[in-house]
T-cell receptor, first 114, second 108 residues
Framework: EAGVAQSPRYKIIEKRQSVAFWCNPI?????LYWYQQILGQGPKLLIQ????????DSQLPKDRFSAERLKGVDSTLKIQPAKLEDSAVYLC????????????FGDGTRLSIL | GIQVEQSPPDLILQEGANSTLRCNFSDSVNNLQWFHQNPWGQLINLFYIPSGTKQNGRLSATTVATERYSLLYISSSQTTDSGVYFC??????????FGKGNQVVVIP
């Protein structure tokens, strides 16, 4: 079974530029999550989708972050414009549904803002 | 949200030694996962353990849900065990709350 796929693996941009990350969950997984992991901390949930609908985006900085999962499969997370404090690893995870099923994580995208 | 406290924050082990990592939760969680984050940043699932004890090779985990804590045991540690260990509890719509992690270094 293929795992959660993410791209790119690394990204370096200057502040105020925009960036997008892509995630393809495990086949058949209805629930998709985006997390932000700042150096030295545990991952923090940004947004959770169930199929193509948003379940929880309470911690997403909506003035600069946006995410979509239009067809209920793969998802894109965008930052525009980027700030220095957005430097982090962005992790995507999926689970079969949101009834307390284990989450499986992709390898992440390491974002550096100059 | 739920607060997760992990101890000890840092641990240095001689290869072959045993260790115990602890995770405390501020409130009840629906389920609990342990992860190992390797030096390349990959989060590897170790255990999905809402209660009871599970074993996988040299690793085992115990969760006592009524007392809101979980333990991860590493026996006969190897250098490949180095990395950061995270526990995370799920609540609400399967939202995970992570601790700050246990940084483990195993020296040969």
């Amino acid at each position: 079974e293929a795992g959660v796929a993410q791209s790119p693996r690394y990204k370096i941009i200057e502040k105020r530029q925009s960036v997008a990350f892509w995630c393809n969950p495990i086949s058949g997984h209805a629930t998709l999550y985006w997390y932000q992991q700042i150096l030295g901390q545990g991952p923090k949930l940004l947004i959770q989708f169930q199929n193509n609908g948003v379940v929880d985006d309470s911690q997403l900085p909506k003035d600069r972050f946006s995410a979509e999962r239009l067809k209920g499969v793969d998802s894109t997370l965008k930052i525009q414009p980027a700030k220095l404090e957005d430097s982090a690893v962005y992790l995507c995870a999926s689970s079969s549904d949101y009834s307390n099923q284990p989450q499986h994580f992709g390898d992440g995208t390491r974002l550096s803002i100059l | 949200g739920i607060q997760v406290e992990q101890s000890p924050p840092d641990l240095i082990l001689q290869e072959g030694a045993n260790s115990t990592l602890r995770c405390n939760f501020s409130d009840s969680v629906n389920n609990l996962q342990w992860f190992h984050q390797n030096p390349w940043g990959q989060l590897i699932n170790l255990f999905y353990i809402p209660s009871g004890t599970k074993q996988n090779g040299r690793l085992s985990a115990t969760t006592v849900a009524t007392e809101r804590y979980s333990l991860l045991y590493i026996s006969s540690s190897q250098t490949t065990d180095s990395g950061v260990y995270f526990c995370a509890g799920s609540y609400g719509n399967n939202r995970l709350a992570f601790g700050k992690g246990n940084q483990v270094v195993v020296i040969p």
